[in-house]
């Protein structure tokens, strides 16, 4: 089976996608979970949307960035759980060119994203905690509409600028991919082209939508900490927690998962860790968010009572 075709140029037509460690006869036990783990993702989060769209008791700052949060996460499990899901069932690991790129534009669009929303929802609370009595001024509509455009702008024109560099890359040494999506760092090794702009690019624009929007989040809640021992209270700290427990747990696991991935070196380049990280990077965190939200906030569990109150009565 010809799996790498070239032409004069030695240009790569299609890429070849790394398999899951998983034994064979347990490919549809795995297929199966994924699968399940993969709907779930698409199906709670558009629950969250849902809420938060027919509950105006949830038609605040907070919500709004959550809403654009959830569809952030349906986005960015689907550039690659489908792929991945769809290799497995028919055993076929080729991925085209175009589809390479394309698959590195969206998963760094929307991861970058996730990033910048996290930020805007850290300085919510930090105004909702720390300036409780100009909360509605400072949260304006007009600002919350403009943290959530800055957002998707900055996201997306990082993601255009590390995609039109790629593209320029015409010659691999080889098209087997050690992961199971196109990741960007997995090209850039496989190219005999010149990469230098392309490295010298990634720690700048790196630093302005992962680094800066981590240490906004780390000050905002430095900041809240601070408020909080300054009046030290049990219902003060339960108030804090209960506001900020479930977007902490968040922030958690999207740093952690960045972290173990890209800040933790490998002596395997297909170490099993690096995978078993990147699925939970993928699937298992935009699949826990609606349990997160759903489960540990008090509001959204008001909004799903009265919707299921408002179904019962209308049958």
Not at 6 to 21: A, H, K
Not at 100 to 128: E, H, N, P
Not at 166 to 189: E, G, M, Q, V
Request: aromatic content about 10%; proline content about 4%.
């Amino acid at each position: 089976m010809k799996i790498m075709r070239r032409d004069n140029e030695s240009t790569v037509s299609e890429f070849i996608l790394l398999e899951l460690p998983i034994h064979p006869e347990d490919q549809g036990m795995y297929s199966a979970l994924f699968l399940v783990m993969y709907l779930t993702t698409v199906l709670g989060n558009l629950l969250i949307i849902l809420l938060i769209r027919l509950d105006s008791h949830l038609h605040t700052p907070m919500y709004f960035f959550l809403s654009h949060l959830a569809f952030t996460d349906i986005s960015f499990s689907s550039v690659t759980a489908p792929k991945m899901l769809m290799n497995m069932l028919t055993n076929n690991r080729s991925i085209s060119y175009a589809g390479c790129v394309s698959q590195v534009y969206f998963f760094l669009s929307f991861a970058d994203l996730d990033s910048f929303l996290l930020t805007s929802m850290a300085y919510d609370r930090y105004v909702a905690i720390c300036h409780p009595l100009h909360y509605i001024t400072m949260m304006s509509q007009n600002l919350c509409v403009l943290l959530v455009i800055v957002s998707w702008v900055l996201s997306f024109a990082n993601s255009l600028v590390h995609t039109l560099l790629l593209a320029r890359l015409s010659h691999f040494r080889d098209n087997t991919i050690p992961h199971y999506f196109c990741d960007l760092s997995a090209l850039l090794k496989l190219s005999s082209s010149d990469t230098t702009i392309n490295k010298l690019v990634i720690l700048p624009l790196g630093t302005l939508v992962i680094t800066l929007p981590f240490i906004c989040i780390l000050v905002s809640y430095g900041r809240i900490g601070a408020t909080i021992l300054r009046t030290p209270s049990i219902k003060g700290i339960y108030k804090a927690l209960s506001t900020c427990g479930s977007h902490l747990s968040v922030v958690c696991l999207y740093y952690g998962a960045i972290i173990g991935l890209y800040l933790v070196p490998s002596s395997d380049s297909t170490n099993g860790k690096d995978v078993i990280v990147a699925v939970v990077y993928t699937v298992v965190t935009p699949m826990l968010n609606p349990f997160i939200y759903s489960l540990r906030n008090r509001d959204m569990k008001e909004a799903m009572s009265n919707m299921l109150s408002r179904r019962v009565s209308s049958q």
